[in-house]
Every structure is written in C-alpha cells, then in structure tokens.
DNA sequence: TTGTAAGCGTTATCAC
DNA sequence: GTGATAACGCTTACAA
C-alpha cells in the first residue's frame, strides 16, 4: 500500500510528504487537509475519512515550522526555569511539560542558574521560534527580559514566586508566609530559641524571603531573630553540616533550627546525628522542599512542601486557556496563590 | 534612537521586525544580513558593522521558523526521556541542554514514561519541527518509532543504553557490567548469601540487565542467584522497605542486598535499620544511581554512578559535530561506551 | 462545506 | 563580496 520513497533527495525541503501531496492523493484542496488537522469539525465526515485513509497510509507528519510561519504562531511554549536538575524544579517541569503535551504543545526548555543575562539569552532565543506562550521563574528579569516579554504579545506566566502586583500571570506561592509558617509551627509546639539557617547559594532571592518570614514572626513573638550564613563555597549539603555544628557550640544552643531547604536540613540532621543529639528532643529541624529523601531520612524531615507539580499543572492549564482565546478577565484566573504544606515527621 | 513600535498589528506576522526591515535600513539587500547570522565571515567589515548597528538599534530577532522552513533544519534538537524529574535523568537532561545552548541550539523535550507508544507520539510531533537531530533512551522503541527514525534522514543518538550492533549513534553505558560490577565487589568482600530486589516499575527494561549481570556472575562463582520481585503498586521506597523485611525472614537471611535502585535501597536502609541490623555487619546494601541522598542516609549509600552527566554532554558533543557536516566514519565516534563507578561508602 | 490565491520571513540558487 | 529571485509548506483572507 505504502508509496515507495522517491530516492532523489530534493535539493530545498526535509523531502518528507507535504499536504499538498496529501491532499493530491486524497483528490481534495490543500486547505482541507489543513483544516483537517485543525478544525476538523469544519470537514465533512467524507472528506475526512479519505484524508484521514491517505494521512495514515502515506505516514504524513504535519510540518509545524511551515505552520507556525504561516500563522506566526507555532504550537511550542517556552519555559526558563533556574536548573533542570534540582529536586524541587523538576516536578514543576514533568508536570508542565505532560500537561502541555497532552494537548498537542511541545516544550522549549533552558536553564537559567539564577542568571538574569541567561535568562535573558534564552528568552530571545526562544522568541525566535514564536512560541504561543512563555513560562519564566520568578520576578527577577533583566531589563532587556523584561523588554522583550513585554513586547512579545503572547501570554506570559510567572512562576514559582507569587507576585499579585505584577502584569504577568502569577503562579506559584508567597515564600514569605512559608517562613512564618515554619517558625509559628515551632513556636506553637514550645520551642524557645529557633535559628534559621540561610542558603548557601547565591541568586537564589526566594530563600531570603522565607528568611524574612521567619525573623518577622519571631520578633512578633518577642524574640530576636538568629541568621546563621554558611560559606558560600560548601555544597549545601556540607553547609548544612557546618551550621548544625556552629550553632549546637554555642551556648545556649538553638533548641529548633530552619534550614532554608532541604539539602541543607540533610547535613544538619547528619551533624547532629554524628553528635548525639537527638531530634527532636534536643534539637528540633525543619527544612523547605520536600524532596524526595525527606521520608527516607532517620529521623525522618519535617519540611514544608512547595506545589512543584500543582505550579507546573496549574502554568500549562493557564497557558492554554488564554490560547484558546479565552481572555482573562478574570483576577482569579491571572492570580493563582497556592498553598504549601507544612509535612509533620520525626524531625520537629 | 529606537524605533517606535507600530501599534497597528497587521493581519498576518507576528509584528515584529523583519530581516528585510533590518536590511532596508542598513542599506543592504536582505541575504546580507542573513550571512551575517550565519557565516559572517562571508561579509566585508563594512557591511557587518552598519547591520550590527541596525540590528542593535531595532532589537531584531531572528525568525527561526522562517529559517527553519527555508533551509529545512532548525536549530532545534529534540530529546525523548522515560521522566525528566527522576534524578538519574535529570542530570543527562542539564549538561544536554546547556551544552546544546551554548552553540546556540535549543532544546525541545518530552518524557514517555517507559512507554513506547509516548515516545512515538513524541519523537512524530518533534519531527514536526524539523529538529537537527533527535536525541531517545535506551534501545526499546515500537516500529513506528524505528519506521519514524530511519525515515528522518538527521542524526539519531541513542542514550543511556549501550547497542554497538545498532545504527544511530550510541552513547551510555552497559546495565549488564553494572550487575557484574556490584555483584563482584560483594564478593571479593566476602559476601556469601547475595541477593537482588529488582525494580517494582514495570518497563524498565535496562534493571533487568542489572538483574541479569548480577546472576552471571553469582553463578560463575558457584553460587546460585537469589532474586525477590517486590509488589509492583508499591513506591520504591515502600518496595525497598518491604524486600528488606521479607528478606531477613528468610533463613538463613541474605548477607548483601543490591537493590535495583538507589530509592529501592534507601527503603531496605530504613526497614534494615528499624529491625536493628548493623550495616554493613550484619547486612550490606548496595544500590544503583548514587542518587543525589546517597550520602546523606545513615549510613551513607554504596552504590553504582552511571554517567549521567557525562552522557548529556557527550550526546550535545555529538550531536554538534554529526551537524557540522564531519562525517562520522570513526566507530570511535559513533560509539561512546563510558564507565560506570562504584561509589563505597558505609552500606557496603 | 469547499476552494483559490496570496503571503508568512527566511535561505538556496544562481548571477554579477 | 553582494544581490535578485524563487522556493520552503503551510494558513489567512476571501470567494463560491
């Protein structure tokens, strides 16, 4: 049944099938075809049936670049998020990434590493394959991000951060309540004198406010804050060792300690395993992100779950509703302030 | 100095500036500007700086889907993986991207979850955009994958797995050493009663060439191969759990347990340490990915690092020089078997 | 419901 | 080294 593939190669063009071959053989318009593909219910059920016979006895692939030309349009969203790697991103990116696909979009993806001018490189390289949509991490752009967004026309969506004052759709959550939430948590459960634990990597503005949140609801319980800032050079894990160390020497010692994630919260817990302290009894831990060896942990980590999936989800649903025209006159559909949640373990 | 955006749209295009727009103003014809994109070494001094200067001014942009469909190969590559969020995957998934987008290709990527019809549907939608080269995982794809593949006429990179008798290039390492890898160091330790809990996720196919290195190589030492299947609804860390608890019942109990993976192993680590055993006295443990928590269970983790950013990188390295028109007549080149180290630390 | 014609923004080809 | 012109394969706009 198959059409034998012509050996000579054109000179221009893949040499792939093209609609026009498609729509030769299936004896309609071009346009058909396309619409087909496009707006189906717009073919008549004959039509379709002798397209859809051709299509798949020829195994014509749709060319999305001459598509996306034609329409200025193509069905591709970018997403430039701080590193693909990461515990904590990689969720949101599957979860992006499946949502996306399910419905026919495919995904563009970068990495940032906290750098605005990579950020920035990437969001020009992306723009030059008109992507019907842009994902970005958080608020922190360049100002030739911020051009070059602003200028795009097509839907932009923020993540991770959660920022109901800015024009872009904001996804994600307030990082600031996340440290009020950990440091009320260990107030209500009698510890005294709480530390926290900042991260050892730069860029990573979030962190610093989930720091604030914290100092904010210790001084509101009448206590003084207590920042302890590893060496910027240690791996987190190794950070987190050295402050745990640090703070149980000093006197008194911290009875509870955030750790502004939970790489850090592994070396912490590890120290004061390797010290003889026991948790929580002498010292209580908390960490952010749980990432997936929180439970696997002895004793297991008590941290505050972030919506790495719902964001990445929630980000693809939203993406393809303002495609969908849709126009979103709705504040509850620009902003969404999701919720993280505090998971209770051995650890505090 | 900057141009006013037009605030009429037109009907058609994106509205943004064009290369002919860009040539207008230079005063040079629109090819010029074009090579001096893609080989500017083709245009004299003079014209190069009155269009970087243009350029520069209007923020002009290339349209990669207008020159995607032009020259019929975008710069674009698209990467097939069974998850993005997994931690084996996620460090192959970084060092591609990057290193790809430090030559100026982008990434396009999609996961199929072990399952071949996804990764079909994937490896079709990405061919739509006429991607540079394709980059999939292991060697298991349906034959509309492999019709899809030979049909596509631009350089494929298998990843992960290891097939020289295969065509497209291979890059990973061999499951089947890692088996033997593992299941040796046990021995020469003095393990007699070794056993294998195998992965509870179904497709998978490359854990069970871990499973078999492992029973060759018990059996060329006499012995016979001892494997346990966990339940395939558990989490793996819940299989790792419930291996460990039903293999020590057994008498006489294993003395060393591989697990398939490192998740499997923490789960056996935790249910180990719950019943009172000593590590490695009483039972060593050793897994498979050095998952990012390895060091940091009590005790730490020995097990087997497979090259995941090393195959990443290599895959771009490959893939950019199989692009650059040097053909790949070496075997050298085509063929990339790496090393996979056996990381000991407490465990084992 | 179906078709025709023009155009999307770039690069291949060939000429100067 | 530089330029004119014709593709590339599809969709918009409009017509029937």
Redesign the interface.
Known sequence: MSKA?SPIRKR????RVTLAEVAKLAGVSAISVSRYFNQPEQVSAQLRERIQAVVADV?Y??????G??AS???K?VGMVIP?????IF??T??AF??TL?RH?Y??????SYFSEEQEE??V???????PAALVVTSHFHSAGTE??LS?A?IPVVEIWDYRPERAPLQIGFAHYQVGVQACQYLLDKGYQRIAFVQNSAAGDYSALERRDGYAATLRSAGREPWVFVPAASASA?EAGKQAMDALTRRSPRPDAIIFAND?LA??G??AA?RAGLKMPEDIAVVGFGD???A????PSLTTVRPPSREIGELAALRVLQALDSAPLEDELQRLNLLHCELIARESA
Chains 1, 2 share one sequence.
């Open positions: 593939p221009r063009g893949a040499g195994g692939v749709p060319n999305m670049v001459a996306g030309l200025a349009r193509g591709i590193n693909i790697s990461g515990p990689a969720q990116i599957q990434s499946d696909s026919g495919q995904l563009l993806l970068a990495s490189s990437a020009r390289a992306f723009l030059g394959w008109s051009k070059l200028e026309d894990f790489n592994a070396g817990l590890l395993q990432y997936p060896f439970e696997m942990l002895l």
